[in-house]
């Protein structure tokens, strides 16, 4: 009798191989989705997804713009700058908000300011009246609505979909942000030519639109009230970076988050450098170079998603920070367009574990009295970003972006390797 049949004579009933394997495959895919299930996470998801689409159309459509004014690489590490460099100073003051405040009232308070934002960037190009400075200042202003809003929407979380889908609900985040890497740039590549860079701010404005009336279908008071706080700002700032200083798994965590930020990250800053000056094939391949990456980042938040547990988290996060450096060098020695998207892709997808298992790690062994701030000082090692955007934009002036990349990407793999030989502790 052929395996899998139904043995009946013995009163037995297999299910065929077939059929087997689908449902464990159907079961895994449904398991990757776990967090979903609960309504008002799957609100808060819904709206970022649409505003993270925004976000990488902006991306692309910004540092085209960029490029276009000023012709200078240097410029497109000037716009990174002023966005990101409100993360370092302003996200510690965010984490405290969401300590203090209404975390979902944070939430729509920073969802409006950039909706504003936005628009009038659209307005800006539509009337030909932009130039390099109003970027800058529009791109610093963003990024403090960002640095208060991600410490709130990250604390929040937790309390939406318990310990027990924490995992879970960070991973599908995170799908959804590298899911918006792929379908934004490709967006933003063919809106660019039917309605111009304009077109890309005026519809990320709707999609803040959206975005705000979810977070305010969310019952949040069903969660409680936070605790009131009888500490100042300042003291509740100081005592938050004392927390995460002193209590040291989360301080080598944040510190794993902080140095590839630095040293690696801003190579996305430049890919719109490799698209004209070394591909040389226009916007619309600006937006197939950050789709690959999406699409290996995607592929990496599903794997960690579908799985329940990942043994040995700490391990396996500064083995991907390694593989996603040794990506980065072999994408920038290569010179075939095929082959580096391959690269970039296992670039997006070390990058996706890493960061995944980073932030669980972090959110996983943090007291909830603690959550925004701590949320806050990892939004900070993002901050860091300029410190590695600017000096990597001016490199690419003098020796072009091949090679920034290259050294950024060989620092974050013997930072990796030094910690594996160095800190044997994080290797359990």
């Known amino acids: ?91 510690p003051f965010g984490g405290v908000l969401a300590d203090r405040l209404d975390r979902r009232l944070v939430i729509i308070s920073t969802q409006v300011s950039q909706l504003v934002l936005t628009a009038l960037m659209a307005v800006l190009i539509f009337t030909g ?24 929407r990250q604390a929040l979380i937790p309390a939406l979909v318990g310990r027990a889908r924490l995992g879970n609900a960070l991973a599908i985040y995170n799908m959804s942000l ?10 933003a590549g063919a809106l660019m030519g ?13 999609g803040y639109v959206w975005a705000v009336g979810n ?20 003291q509740n700032l100081f005592d938050g970076f004392r927390y995460c200083y002193r209590t040291r798994p989360i301080f080598m965590q944040l510190l794993i988050a902080a140095v590839p930020t630095i040293v690696a990250m801003p190579y996305m800053q430049l890919l719109p450098a490799f698209a004209r ?15 690959a990456m999406g699409l290996g980042a995607l592929a990496g938040s599903f794997a960690i998603a579908a799985r329940r547990t990942v043994p040995r988290k700490s391990l396996v996060t500064i083995v991907c920070a390694g593989a996603f ?30 960061s995944t298992l980073n932030s669980t790690i972090l959110q996983e062994i943090c ?33 072009g972006a091949p090679v920034t990349v290259l050294l950024g990407g060989a620092i974050c793999f013997v930072f990796a390797a030094a910690l594996l030989v160095l800190r044997p502790r994080l290797r359990n």
């Open 325 to 354: 450096g040794l990506s980065l060098c072999a994408f920038a020695l290569s010179q075939w367009l095929p082959l580096a998207l391959v690269f970039l892709a296992l670039a997006g997808a070390s990058s996706a574990i890493y």
């Open 277 to 291: 000056d070394h591909y040389k094939i226009g916007p619309e391949g600006l937006g197939l170079l950050m789709s």
């Open 178 to 187: 590298n899911a918006s890497r792929i379908i934004g740039p490709s967006s």
């Open 1 to 91: 009798m052929p395996a899998g049949e139904v043995v009946a004579a013995q009163g037995v009933t297999t299910v065929p191989v077939a059929g087997a394997w689908g449902a464990r495959a159907l079961g895994r895919f449904t398991d990757a989705f776990d967090a979903l299930r609960v309504r008002d996470y799957r609100l808060l998801f819904q709206g970022n997804a649409v505003t993270s689409m925004g976000y990488w159309m902006q991306q692309v459509a910004l540092g085209w713009l960029v490029l276009e004014l000023t012709d200078s690489p240097l410029y497109l590490g000037l716009a990174s700058f002023a966005r990101s460099v409100p993360m370092l100073l302003v996200s």
């Open 194 to 206: 039917l309605v111009g860079v304009g077109g890309c701010f005026a519809l990320q404005s709707v």
């Open 129 to 152: 009246l932009i130039n390099i400075w109003q970027i800058l200042a529009i791109s610093f202003l963003m990024g403090v609505a960002v640095s208060v809003h991600v410490p709130a």
């Open 215 to 234: 977070v305010l279908q969310i019952r949040y008071s069903r969660y409680g009230e936070q605790p009131r706080v009888r500490q100042t700002v300042v």
């Open 367 to 399: 007291p909830d009295e603690y959550r925004g701030r701590v949320s806050s000082v990892y939004m900070v090692t993002w901050g860091l970003m300029p410190l590695g955007a600017l000096p990597a934009g001016a490199l690419a002036e003098l020796y």
